[in-house]
């Protein structure tokens, strides 16, 4: 996250299935190269295995966007 110079995340929704956990949140970003601030949604996925994550997968909506923000 060194590309951001400030990140929020609202968790919205929690769902789970079997050992995997979704977590849909919405997210707000603000650029450390633009100085640009953006709100956008995401999923997070996790895998859980004898307690433990042992997989962790982000999927935001709008990579273009964020890459933007970003700078990138």
């Given at each position: 996250m060194s590309a951001w110079d400030r990140v929020h995340f609202?968790?919205?929704?929690?769902a789970g299935a079997g050992n995997l956990v979704f977590a849909y949140m919405h997210t707000v970003a603000k650029g450390k190269n633009t100085g640009k601030t953006r709100a956008f949604p995401g999923v997070e996925v996790f895998r859980f295995r004898d307690g433990q994550v042992v997989e962790?997968?982000?999927f935001y909506f709008d990579t273009a966007r964020a890459k933007a923000v970003a700078g990138d």
């Open positions: 609202q968790l919205e929704e929690v962790f997968r982000p």
